[in-house]
T-cell receptor
Framework: TAGITQAPTSQILAAGRSMTLRCTQDMRHNAMYWYRQDLGLGLRLIHYSNTAGTTGKGEVPDGYSVSRANTDDFPLTLASAVPSQTSVYFC?????????????FGPGTRLTVL | GNSVTQMEGPVTLSEEAFLTINCTYTATGYPSLFWYVQYPGEGLQLLLK?????DKGSNKGFEATYRKETTSFHLEKGSVQVSDSAVYFCAPRYSSASKIIFGSGTRLSIRP
């Protein structure tokens, strides 16, 4: 199985432009997450979804929006990109929200905003 | 709020050396505890986990024991290899929140 796929692999974006990062999982997991990873800061949660049709804000949600229309897809949208959004973005999923559920990660999208 | 503290890197060791990466977490409730590993250019993947006190998680020669009395989950390996070079993240997950909390990561480099 593919697990989690993300697209694109990398992107250079002009400031002020919008962009959607795609994430798809084939494990029928209920919960999905978006993180950004910056050098020296580890992973920070942007948005999450505990189940299809619901979303919630994480630690750093400003400038990002998400939707969860179905179980498999969890796109992340930057409405008007700024240079501080340059980062590596990881999508993740877990079977549920129980504390024992591990998270599975996609390969990441490297975004550069100029 | 809940938090996790792990050893700052980078850590550089020679091949076959003993490894310890310290991790302590906030003692709020009884979280499940995870170690994730990130190899260069890849996403994170689960290395091992423990879901209750005194449990020992193990995988690929790595071990970590859930120590409730010291609120710790230190990662150990008896003899590291060059292929273990990666970034390691300690991550507790509390029942009070649906999200895992990730430590800042420890970069490990192994010299041949």
């Amino acid at each position: 199985t593919a697990g989690i796929t993300q697209a694109p692999t990398s992107q250079i974006l002009a400031a002020g432009r919008s962009m959607t990062l795609r994430c798809t999982q084939d494990m029928r997991h209920n919960a999905m997450y978006w993180y950004r990873q910056d050098l020296g800061l580890g992973l920070r949660l942007i948005h999450y979804s505990n189940t299809a049709g619901t979303t919630g804000k994480g630690e750093v949600p400003d400038g990002y929006s998400v939707s969860r229309a179905n179980t498999d897809d969890f796109p992340l949208t930057l409405a008007s990109a700024v240079p501080s959004q340059t980062s590596v973005y990881f999508c993740a999923s877990s079977r549920g929200t129980s504390e024992s559920n591990e998270q599975f990660f996609g390969p990441g999208t490297r975004l550069t905003v100029l | 709020g809940n938090s996790v503290t792990q050893m700052e890197g980078p850590v550089t060791l020679s091949e076959e050396a003993f490894l310890t990466i310290n991790c302590t977490y906030t003692a709020t409730g009884y979280p499940s505890l995870f170690w994730y590993v990130q190899y260069p250019g890849e996403g994170l993947q689960l290395l091992l986990k423990a879901t209750k006190a005194d449990d020992k998680g193990s995988n690929k020669g790595f071990e970590a024991t859930y120590r409730k009395e010291t609120t710790s989950f230190h990662l150990e390996k008896g003899s590291v290899q060059v292929s273990d070079s990666a970034v390691y993240f300690c991550a507790p997950r509390y029942s009070s929140a649906s999200k895992i909390i990730f430590g800042s990561g420890t970069r490990l480099s192994i010299r041949p």
